[in-house]
C-alpha cells in the first residue's frame, strides 16, 4: 500500500514543481537583453528538475516518518505481531534498500522467479517489475506536459512568441535608452560635421577598409557602388547626405542599412574619411560619375572629372 | 514427441547486406569526411558543380542513413527474423529482389545528387522516380516478412518483431506522405504542400525518419544481439511492453520540435516539445532493457568486443534520447538551433548509436556464419578505442562550435549594437573546431578499416555456411494459459498487431497535420505576397539544384538578436507559394530570408554576381564555395511553362494562360537585371541569359513581398 502511494502521487508532486521551474526559465529567456540570461534560463529549467527530484526524495523521507508513527499505533493498538508484520524491515545499507526500492529489480541470483517459460531461438524473458523511477520519470514529464499546455495554450497565461519578443525589444530598448542617456556620443545626420583631426580620420580608414572597400575599391574607386572620389554624387555630398546614405542605405540599389552595425561616431568619422582622404583624388580603374555634380557653398577644389570622362570601368 | 520440421536459414542474404553496409559505410563516411573538409578549405570541391558541399552533403547524410544502417537493418532483420519464428524467410526471391533493388536505389542517389536534382526535403531528396522505386522495394520487403511471420512456427511474436513491424508501417507512411508531389518532368516536380504545411509535414517525416529508421529497427536489432551475445535473458518483458507501445505512439508527434520559433503556429510547436519531454521515459525504457540485461555478465564486457560496441552503442543512445528533449525546449533550442551542437547530437546518435551497435552485430555475425574465431580480438579492440575517441573528438568540437556561435549570435553591447554584426566573424571563429570535428571522423573512418579488414581476415580463415539447417515443431494449436498476460493475446496476431500499430502512428500526425491545412487562421494571409516570376521561380529552383539550404536557413526568428542582424521575423503568410519551403536546418552561412532588395542588408544585382563567382571578393575571408559555372550556364526555359502549368494546378493564382507568356515575362526581368549588373562593372555579353540571372531575381524577391514600397519599384 504504502509503496504504491509513494509511487503514484509522487511523481504529481514533482510534476507540480517542474513546470513551475520551466515557466520561470520561458520567462527568464524572453526577459533576458544578453545571452548570459538566456543561457541563465535554460540552466535554471535544468537546475528546476534536479530540485524538483530531491523535493520527491525529502516528501518520500516525510511520509515514512508519517508511516512510522502508524507503525507505532498499530503496535500500541494491536500488540507487538501485527507490529512486526507491518514493519518487516528491509535489510542492507542505506543505500542498498534506495536501489531495491527504486528499482525493484530482482537480485540476479532469484531470477528463477521471474524467468518466463517461453523461449525464442534461445533467448529467454525475465519479468522484472518496470524501475520505480522509470516510472516516476515518465509521471513527471506526462505532468510537466500537461502543465505547459494549460499554462500556455489552454489558460494563455503564457506568452506567445510573438509576445515574448516584443517583451524582450521593449526590455532591450529601456536597457539601451538608460546606457545611451549616460554617453556623449550622439550625433546624427542632422547634427554631423567634417572631422579633420588625423587621428579620427585614421579611424575612418579602418571602418572604410572593413566594410566598404568590397563596393567601393580599396582607393573609392567604385565598383559594384559608386565611385567615391569625384564630385558626383547621386544622393548629395555633403557629410550629413553621405552620413545618412551610411546609416540608412539605398535598399532598393542595394546599398545597405549600417545604422544597426556601425556607431553613430564611426559613421561620422568614416563619412569624413571619404570626403576628406578619398573625394577628390583620381585613383586608376575609377569607375564613370554617377548622379549630379554637387558644390558645396564654399568649395575651392575643382570637379576631378567630367561625366563620362572616364573609360575605364569596373573592378 | 511429434513429428520435426527441418528447414534451412539463408545466411546469403544477411552476408550480402552486411558486405553492402560496410561498403556504403565507408563510402558514406568518406564523403562525410569531405564535406566536412570543404568548410575548412571550400576550394576542396575541386571548382566541380558536382562534388559541391551543398550537392553531396545530402549524398553523406543519404548514404549512412539509408545505405549504411538500412543495409545494417536489414542484415539483421534477415538473420534474426527466421530464427524467432523458426521458419526460413517466406520467398528468397523477394529476398534478393530487396537486395538488389535497394542497391540499385542507393546507385541511383549517389548519380543523382550530385546532379543536383533533389527536392530539397531533407532526408527525402530523392525525385519521384527514386521514391517510387523505394515504395516497390519497401513492399516487397514487407511482404516477404509478413508472409515469413504468418509462416512462422512460433506462437508469439518476440519484442524484435514488434519493433520491425513498426518500423515497416510507419516507414511506408512517412514515405508516402512527404513525397505527394507533382511531377513536373521526369527528374523535377513540386510538392503538393506549400511553406508551412510542407515543412510540418518535412519535419513530421524528418523526425520520425530518425525514429523509424535509426532507432525502432535497431532497438528491434538490440533486443535480439543484446541477449544472444551476452548469453543472458532479457532483463523485463513488462519494461519491453510499455516501452515499445509508449515510444511508438509518442515519436510521431514530436516532429515540431524542428522547427520551434518558427512560423510554425504555437501550438504546434508546444505539442512538439511536450512530446519531446514525454519520450525521455520510453527511450530509457529501451536503455535500460539493453542494459540491464547485462546483469550478471558486466565482467564478460571487458574481454568481448562486441558487448563492448553494444554498451557503448546503447549508452550513447540514453546520451541523444536525453539530449533530444532537453533541445526541445524552447529555451535551450533558442541557443542550439541552426548551430553546430545540433550536428554533434545527431552524431552522437549516429556514430555511437547506430554505429556501434552494426560494428558489434557484425563481429558477432561473421565468425558465427563462417564457423570460426574471429581474426584479431586485438584488432577489434583497437577499432573500439579509436572509434569510441573518435566520437568524443567529434561530438565535442561539434557542441563547443554550436554554443560558441549562438553565443557570438546573441552577444549586444550596451549601447545596443550586435557584438559581431557581420555574421562571417561567427563562421571564421569555428574554423579550428572543424579542423578538430575531421581529425575526430577520420579516426573513426580509420576504425571502420580496422574492422573490414579484421571481417575479411576472418572470413578467409573460415568457410561460409550458406544455409543452416535447422528444424522445430510445426505450429501446435494454441491453447490460453489461465493468468497469461492481455499482451500475449496480440503477439499471436500479427495482422491486428500491425493495425495497432499503425493506429498508434497515425493519431499524432492527423492531429498536427489536419488543423494546419484546413484551418485557415493558421497560416494568416498577407495580401502582399505574390507568387514568383517565371524567373525567379527558375532562380528558386537553381538555389535547390545548388543545395543552398543546407548553409543557409529562409527563417528570421522572432528574437533581437535576429530583427537586428536581418530585418523584421519571418511570419507564416509569406511562404504560401513556396514549394518546397526552404526554411533549412542549419546556418553555415547567414539567414536569407531578409536578403531581398529593400531590405536592410540589401545589395546590388553586381555584389550579388560577383559574390557568387568569387565570394571572397566580396566577403573576404568566407568559407562558401565559388559557383563560376552559374555565370557560364544557359538558363534553360524549356520547361518554364510546365512548372507554371504545375503550379497553377496546385494552387498557385497565375493568371490565365500566364504559361503561354511566362518566357516572354522571364527574358524582360532578365534583360533588366544584366543590364543593373552591367551597369556596376560586370562584363559578359550574353549576361541575360546566364543562370546566374535568375538566382540572383530570387535572391532578391525573397523576404520582400511585404515591403510595398520594394514591390512597386520592382514591378
Redesign the interface.
Known sequence: MKNNFRTKVLPVFAAALLPAG?AT??S??AAS???FT??F??TT??ATAILALAAVIAITQLLNSVVKVQQLKIYQAHGIEAYLEEVKKEEGSLWERLIKRWTK?VP?GK?QDV??D?N????????????PW??A??YV??G??LI??TY??FTGAGP???E??EY??AK??E??EA??AR?ANKVDENTVTILEDEKELALGKAVYDANCV??HGMAGEG???PNMTDDYWIHGGSVKDVFKIIKN?V???????WG??L?PADMQRVASYILVKLHGTNPPNA?EPQGQLYQPEASQEQPAEAPGGSET??? | MAQVDKFQYDNDIVRKFLIASVVFGIIGMIVGLWVALQLIWPDLNFGIPFTTFGRIRPLHTNAVIFAFVGNGIFMGVYYSLPRLLKTPMWSKALSNFHFWGWQAIILAAAVTLPLGITSAHEYAELEWPIDLAIAVVWIAFGLNMFMTILKRREQHLYVAIWFYIATWVTVTMLHVGNNIEVPVSLWKSYPVAAGVQDALIQWWYGHNAVAFFLTTPYLGLMYYFMPKAANRPVYSYRLSIIHFWALIFIYIWAGPHHLLYTSLPDWAQSLGTVFSVMLIAPSWGGMLNGLLTLRGAWDRVRQDPVLKFLVVAITAYGMATFEGPMLSVKSVNAISHYTDWTIGHVHVGALGWNGFLTFGIMYWLIPRMYRTKLYSTQLANTHFWIGTLGILFYAIPMYWSGWTQALMWKQFTPDGYLKYANFLETVTQLRWFYIARALGGLMFLSGVFIMAYNLIKTARAGSFLAHEDAEAPPLAAHVTHKGEYWHKWIERRPVPFLLVSLVAVVIGGIIEIFPMALIKSNVPKIESVAPYTPLELEGRDIYIREGCMGCHSQMVRPFRSETERYGEYSKSGEYIYDRPFLWGSKRTGPDLHREGRGNKNSKSDAWHYNHMVVPQTMSPGSIMPAYPWLAKNELNTSRTADKIKVLKMLGTPYPQGYEQIAVQDLQKQAAQIAESMRKDGVQDDKLEQREIVALVAYLQRLGTDIIPKARAESK
Not at chain 1, 120 to 128: C, F, S, V
Not at chain 1, 251 to 257: C, I, T
Request: one cysteine or more; proline letters at 1%; charged letters at 20%.
Open positions: 520551466a526559465a520561458q527568464a529567456a537583453s544578453g545571452i538566456e543561457l534560463a535554460s529549467l535544468i529489480a540476479v531470477e524467468l518466463l517461453h525464442y531461438d534461445g533467448i529467454r524473458e525475465l519479468d522484472n517489475s518496470l524501475p522509470w516510472v520519470l515518465f514529464t506526462i510537466f506536459s505547459y499546455m500556455y495554450h506567445s512568441s510573438k515574448e519578443y524582450q525589444m532591450a530598448e536597457a539601451k546606457y545611451l554617453q568590397a563596393c565598383g559594384v557602388g542605405g535598399l532598393e540599389k542595394g546599398m545597405q542599412a544597426n552595425q556607431r569607375k570601368q569596373g573592378n
